[in-house]
């Protein structure tokens, strides 16, 4: 492992395109990728979810999405758009909303229909359903399209320093370029560490903003409870 | 189109290859992936070791894996065995967690029933078990070839074979025919490919249409 050198050099961490500098931007393409595709996915997701209509075409996109080849559609937007931050990050927002749409429609849509009657039982219309009941209870699918979707598009960010723009993947490109193995196994060493950072984090996330009564873990089991005889319940 | 017609013999050639290195790897995923899916269903602990390590496996980026697998296996880091080693990681990581999933779906019953008529755990697994989880790992099977069919392509960013070499040099030449080909080609291949295995699971479960039949008629039980 001669390799592992490239890490533990100070001067490859510092400078204009050290390592902190690519870290910050691929965490920069990455978040602003995510807040794109979610302003457009989250809420149609919940639409199509609530109201039931096209749903075949999410569950289609999200299919067929694993098929488009990532290095095709950065090269071809590359082709269309020009050198710059544009057309990389208009293929890594259609990346990234396909599992958000699916994610958020499937959670949504599977909510159990009882707590949804239930809701309108107690008097709720539509927007209040789909707030207070629909999506919290959709959380957990929701919060599953985000992490697989940043996996994507941190996974793709890196491929995308292929057509020119920054983050870590440049050590990846620029250290073939120069026959540099250092740095290409350096870089993608630190890849692979923030994908698994980022989804530790939005695992954690997930678990500080999901109802504990949807996690299975909503504290001891409170005993049931239990017809005596004589017809008194008790706890058992 | 024209482009495809004009460089047949290239195209064919790219295809080819692709094929070669994502369903190689396809194929050696799903054979590893039975006996461990098979482990991760004995103990509950064995099921969250499996399980977790698949997970941490399939978050890796493919192009992080393709470059730092040479120095783990030794292999030179241009050889075309690490795409074929790192896309065996993520099929096997995807399809665990599958046959972990079909085979703890078999009714409990069924299993039963097997070894009540002698069928000692060797084939009871091999001649009930795994069949019956068929439709399950065909679905795992159908994700994990067609995301291997794409994935391929990433690896030509650092030289590797396949049709991403159809990106790689529309990048270079600036020639977006090249490019939309070529993304045609790997849509057209994964939907063939996946078309092939629900046919191959349909063939492999003949009980499944029965089942079907019946309880579309209301005859049987």
Request: proline content about 6%; glycine content about 12%.
């Given at each position: 492992m001669t390799y592992l050198g490239w890490l533990f050099?100070?001067?490859?961490?510092?400078?204009?395109?050290?390592i902190l500098v690519r870290l910050a931007e691929h965490l920069g393409y990455t978040a602003l990728t995510m807040l794109i595709a979610m302003a457009i996915a989250l809420p149609l997701g919940a639409w199509i979810g609530h109201t039931g209509r096209g749903g075949v075409i999410v569950v289609g996109l999200a299919n067929a999405l694993r098929a488009l080849p990532t290095l095709g559609l950065l090269v071809l937007l590359f082709l269309l758009v020009?050198?710059?931050l544009l057309g990389p990050l208009i293929a890594l927002v259609i990346i990234a909303v396909p599992p958000l749409l699916a994610g958020t429609y499937a959670g949504v849509r599977n909510v159990d229909p009882a707590v949804v009657d239930a809701a309108r039982g107690m008097g709720m219309r539509g927007p209040e359903v789909l707030w207070k009941v629909e999506l919290p209870n959709a959380l957990p699918l929701i919060v599953g399209g985000v992490r697989s979707a940043t996996l994507q598009v941190i996974s793709t960010a890196t491929v995308a320093a292929y057509v020119g723009i920054g983050g870590l993947g440049r050590f990846i490109i620029d250290g073939l370029g120069q026959r540099d193995f250092g740095a290409m196994i350096g870089g993608s060493i630190l890849v692979a560490a923030l994908a698994v950072v980022a989804d530790l984090v939005l695992g954690g996330l997930q678990r500080l903003i999901v109802s504990p009564g949807l996690q299975q873990r909503a504290g001891p089991k409170r005993p049931p409870l239990r017809l005596v005889r004589g017809g008194e319940a008790s706890a058992a | 189109m024209d482009w495809v017609f004009h460089n047949s013999a290239l195209v064919l050639e790219l295809t080819r290859e692709h094929l070669v290195l994502s369903l190689v790897p396809v194929l050696i995923g799903l054979l590893l992936a039975i006996p461990l899916g098979w482990l991760a269903n004995r103990r509950p602990w064995s099921r969250t070791l499996t399980l977790n390590a698949a997970g941490f496996l399939y978050t890796l980026p493919s192009l992080a894996l393709f470059v730092f697998l040479p120095p783990i296996i030794g292999?030179?880091?241009?050889?075309?065995v690490n795409v074929i080693v790192a896309l065996t990681v993520y099929v096997l990581a995807l399809l665990v967690r599958t046959v972990a999933d079909g085979l703890s779906a078999v009714p409990h019953r069924i299993v039963d029933s097997a070894t009540a008529m002698g069928y000692r755990p060797v084939r009871r697994f091999l001649a009930v078990e795994l069949p019956m989880a068929i439709p399950v790992i065909t679905a795992g099977l159908r994700v994990a070839a067609v995301s291997a069919i794409s994935l391929v392509t990433v690896g030509s960013v650092i030289g590797f074979g396949g049709l991403g070499k159809m990106f790689t040099e529309g990048f270079q030449r600036e020639i977006p025919q090249q490019t939309i080909a070529g993304i045609v080609l790997v849509l057209l291949l994964a939907l063939v490919v996946d078309g092939l295995l629900v046919l191959l699971g349909r063939l492999l479960t003949p009980w499944e249409r029965v089942q079907h039949r019946r309880s579309r008629t209301g005859a049987g039980r």
């Amino acid at each position: 492992m001669t390799y592992l050198g490239w890490l533990f050099t100070g001067e490859n961490w510092t400078g204009p395109d050290g390592i902190l500098v690519r870290l910050a931007e691929h965490l920069g393409y990455t978040a602003l990728t995510m807040l794109i595709a979610m302003a457009i996915a989250l809420p149609l997701g919940a639409w199509i979810g609530h109201t039931g209509r096209g749903g075949v075409i999410v569950v289609g996109l999200a299919n067929a999405l694993r098929a488009l080849p990532t290095l095709g559609l950065l090269v071809l937007l590359f082709l269309l758009v020009g050198l710059g931050l544009l057309g990389p990050l208009i293929a890594l927002v259609i990346i990234a909303v396909p599992p958000l749409l699916a994610g958020t429609y499937a959670g949504v849509r599977n909510v159990d229909p009882a707590v949804v009657d239930a809701a309108r039982g107690m008097g709720m219309r539509g927007p209040e359903v789909l707030w207070k009941v629909e999506l919290p209870n959709a959380l957990p699918l929701i919060v599953g399209g985000v992490r697989s979707a940043t996996l994507q598009v941190i996974s793709t960010a890196t491929v995308a320093a292929y057509v020119g723009i920054g983050g870590l993947g440049r050590f990846i490109i620029d250290g073939l370029g120069q026959r540099d193995f250092g740095a290409m196994i350096g870089g993608s060493i630190l890849v692979a560490a923030l994908a698994v950072v980022a989804d530790l984090v939005l695992g954690g996330l997930q678990r500080l903003i999901v109802s504990p009564g949807l996690q299975q873990r909503a504290g001891p089991k409170r005993p049931p409870l239990r017809l005596v005889r004589g017809g008194e319940a008790s706890a058992a | 189109m024209d482009w495809v017609f004009h460089n047949s013999a290239l195209v064919l050639e790219l295809t080819r290859e692709h094929l070669v290195l994502s369903l190689v790897p396809v194929l050696i995923g799903l054979l590893l992936a039975i006996p461990l899916g098979w482990l991760a269903n004995r103990r509950p602990w064995s099921r969250t070791l499996t399980l977790n390590a698949a997970g941490f496996l399939y978050t890796l980026p493919s192009l992080a894996l393709f470059v730092f697998l040479p120095p783990i296996i030794g292999t030179r880091i241009l050889d075309p065995v690490n795409v074929i080693v790192a896309l065996t990681v993520y099929v096997l990581a995807l399809l665990v967690r599958t046959v972990a999933d079909g085979l703890s779906a078999v009714p409990h019953r069924i299993v039963d029933s097997a070894t009540a008529m002698g069928y000692r755990p060797v084939r009871r697994f091999l001649a009930v078990e795994l069949p019956m989880a068929i439709p399950v790992i065909t679905a795992g099977l159908r994700v994990a070839a067609v995301s291997a069919i794409s994935l391929v392509t990433v690896g030509s960013v650092i030289g590797f074979g396949g049709l991403g070499k159809m990106f790689t040099e529309g990048f270079q030449r600036e020639i977006p025919q090249q490019t939309i080909a070529g993304i045609v080609l790997v849509l057209l291949l994964a939907l063939v490919v996946d078309g092939l295995l629900v046919l191959l699971g349909r063939l492999l479960t003949p009980w499944e249409r029965v089942q079907h039949r019946r309880s579309r008629t209301g005859a049987g039980r």
